[in-house]
């Protein structure tokens, strides 16, 4: 049996991975994928294909970019989610914050450097006309950890995905002041290399299953109530939310990878261009 360490959010967009692994789909092909839940996000993930703890990461393209530019010793191998991340900008629900334009010049929360919600602050106030070089930041780990930091006052706003977020602003934790979707497919795909030069075929079998598995995603059978329950959703935020997701099986377009380069040069998230981030498999 050959083993892989896969990593990636505890998000309602990595069910699919879930069920392959319930339903023994990668161990039929000898694989043993082994899932490990990152709560932390982006920034973490990066660190753990690094240091070899994590093969596979399901990961935020605007980040993994950012990384492998950065030295990340991985590849893009397909895109994963094609639909946007739609980023709720969140305010503590007894703050005194009441639209967007309010936010200006304060305190944003971020799970890691590096991460998403960083990036996204970057991509949020580029919209905005903001000066990016006054961002400031609060680390808090997770979610949970924005909850505390927005609560107590040490940062004034966190970003952080809608849907899985909703839950917070029904219970008036936390107030959604606006929407900030990426500008791009949200989620990639991305292995070691160590792990495509000895293991490609294994990679290759390990898209092939999810692929099935995300075309048909949507299809399944109660699959709304499973999410819901899963995820502590509403079932009609997740019917919105299944709505508005499309999960990919193609690699990253070329131009579109230029594309995303070119925006994150202009946010001075990167400070070059990297031509050798997507996996071009024999």
Not at 24 to 52: A, H, S, Y
Not at 123 to 151: H, R
Not at 156 to 165: A, G
Request: net charge negative.
């Amino acid at each position: 049996m050959i083993q892989i360490k896969i990593v990636g959010v505890p998000e309602h967009f990595n069910l699919p991975w879930h069920l392959c692994i319930e339903n023994g789909e990668f161990e039929k092909e000898n694989i043993d994928l082994q899932w490990t839940d990152v709560p932390e996000g982006t920034g973490k993930m990066c660190q753990m294909l690094r240091d070899g703890t994590a093969d596979i990461a399901v990961i935020l393209t605007e980040g993994i970019i950012k990384d492998i530019v950065n030295g990340n010793p991985s590849k893009i191998v397909q895109v994963y989610v094609e639909s946007p991340l739609i980023w709720g900008i969140h305010v503590a629900a007894h703050s005194t914050f009441q639209n967007l334009a309010d936010l200006e010049n304060t305190k944003a929360a971020i799970s890691r450097l590096g991460s998403g919600s960083q990036l996204m602050a970057f991509v949020n106030a580029k919209n905005q006309g903001w000066e990016t070089s006054k961002l400031q930041f609060e680390i808090v780990n997770t979610l949970d950890g924005g909850v505390t930091a927005l609560t107590e006052g040490r940062a004034d706003y966190f970003m952080w995905e809608r849907f899985m977020t909703k839950p917070l602003v029904d219970k008036g934790i936390f107030r959604r002041l606006a929407d900030c979707p990426t500008p791009w497919p949200c989620f990639v795909i991305a292995v070691r290399e160590d792990v495509l030069a000895t293991q490609p075929e294994t990679i290759k079998r390990v898209l092939e299953i999810i692929n099935a598995k995300t075309q048909n995603f949507k299809g399944i059978p109660n699959i709304v109530n499973l999410l819901a329950t899963i995820y502590n959703q509403k079932t009609e935020d997740i019917e919105e939310w299944l709505s508005l997701t499309e999960w990919s099986q193609e690699k990253i377009d070329l131009d579109l990878l230029e594309s995303i380069q070119k925006q994150l040069l202009e946010l001075n998230i990167i400070d070059s261009n990297c031509d050798s981030i997507i996996w071009t498999s024999k």
